[in-house]
Structure formats: C-alpha cells, structure tokens
T-cell receptor
Framework: QQQVKQSPQSLIVQKGGISIINCAYENTAFDYFPWYQQFPGKGPALLIA?????SEKKEGRFTISFNKSAKQFSLHIMDSQPGDSATYFC????????????????FGQGTILTVHP | EAGVVQSPRYKIIEKKQPVAFWCNPISGHNTLYWYLQNLGQGPELLIR????????DSQLPKDRFSAERLKGVDSTLKIQPAELGDSAVYLC???????????????FGEGSRLTVL
C-alpha cells in the first residue's frame, strides 16, 4: 500500500495558536517523512523532515511528531502567524541506503491552513 | 542560486491539441522529476530521471504522454493529444544525489498550469 492519508482538509487558527496536521501511512517500509509548504501559485517547498529512528524533530516553530507503531506522524506549528497561511502536504518515501536519493514521494491530500490575525 | 525554472507558466489549449512543458533544473542536480498536481490534491509522480535515464515512469500514461531529458539537464514533457482531464498543474522538481545534510531534498518549480477546453 502506498497511500498517505492527511487530515484535516482545512484548518483555521488564530494568530499565536497551535496548528496541528496529522498523517497516517500504510507502507511500513517508508523511511523518510517530509512536510512541504505550498503558497498559491508556487511549487511546494520542503519545510521539515524526519526519519523513523527519532520520535520528534523540531526546527524553530515547526515540530514533527512521529509514532512508528501507529504509523502516524504530525506537524505542529507553534505560535502560528498569518504568514503561515498556506497548504501543507505530508509525504513519505523510501530513501536509498545512505539517504542520498529519494524516489517516489507519496503525498497526502493537503491541508489548507488559514491563520487569522 | 537560481531555482527550478519551468515554462510556460500558463497554457490554454483545446482538446486534442498537443502541448509541451519545459523544465530547467537547478545546476548540478542529477535527478529530475515531473509531478502532476490536480486541484486540491497532492502532487503525483509521473516520471523520474537519473541523469538521462528514466528510472521510474510507471505512472506516466504512455499512450499520450512522453518525456525526454537530453544531455541530462533540461527536460520536456509532452501531451499529445490533450484531453479535458489533463487540466492540472505540471510540476518539475530536481534533487542532488550525493552527500550532505539535506541531500535528496526535492526543489520544485512554480509549475505549468494547463487548461484544456
């Protein structure tokens, strides 16, 4: 199974609040889980990524939590800002040995985040 | 450093007409991807190149879609003839296969939006 299921479809948060987006995957062979941010009219851009050997990764206001046994991972955006308003995609793939190449990224359906000022 | 460049940004054609999209990856990136993004959905891989070789084209509808990456740099994606259902954004991405902390990261272009009437 190659699916990655993402929820919610849309999310509205007040400025300063916490945004949480969840993803679940089926293929237990996946070993690289990135999150992409996409603004209207632009291509997706890598935000943060995690490998399954750690349960959490934090970069600034963005944190990925990973639960290998449940096959779930989530993105937390702390102190959400209006500039964070965008569509967020989780993804999963198999990295080759050494992590130097990623083949087919399987994306979730996306979450439209709106942060009100 | 210039990003992934795609053209045209927008294309409107009538069904059964041919269309071609061009992509210039980031200099030095040996892996190139074409993704299809339908409205409100995550990107889906069409084809992946390692240098000049198409290493994964299993999702490319070969009856009407074709792609090439001559000399392992620029790439062209062609649809002939186009159908109504081909209306979507065609994203090109590139990555570097090698060593480094974020090696393998996909860098996306802004996409080519196709409307088939």
């Amino acid at each position: 199974q190659q699916q990655v299921k993402q929820s919610p479809q849309s999310l509205i948060v007040q400025k300063g609040g916490i945004s949480i987006i969840n993803c679940a995957y089926e293929n237990t062979a996946f070993d690289y889980f990135p999150w992409y941010q996409q603004f209207p009219g632009k291509g997706p851009a890598l935000l943060i990524a995690i490998r399954p050997d750690v349960s959490e990764k934090k970069e600034g206001r963005f944190t990925i939590s990973f639960n290998k046994s449940a096959k779930q991972f989530s993105l937390h955006i702390m102190d959400s800002q209006p500039g964070d308003s965008a569509t967020y995609f989780c993804a999963a793939t198999l990295a080759n040995a050494g992590g130097t190449s990623y083949g087919k990224l399987t994306f979730g359906q996306g979450t439209i985040l709106t942060v009100h000022p | 450093e210039a990003g992934v460049v795609q053209s045209p940004r927008y294309k409107i054609i009538e069904k059964k007409q041919p269309v071609a999209f061009w992509c210039n990856p980031i200099s030095g990136h040996n892996t190139l991807y074409w993704y299809l993004q339908n409205l409100g959905q995550g990107p889906e891989l069409l084809i992946r190149y390692e240098n000049e070789e198409a290493v994964d084209d299993s999702q490319l509808p070969k009856d009407r879609f074709s792609a090439e990456r001559l000399k392992g740099v620029d790439s062209t994606l062609k649809i002939q003839p186009a159908e109504l259902g081909d209306s979507a954004v065609y994203l090109c991405a590139s990555s570097f296969k090698g060593s480094g902390s974020r090696t393998g990261e996909l860098f996306f272009g802004e996409g080519s939006r196709l409307t088939v009437l």
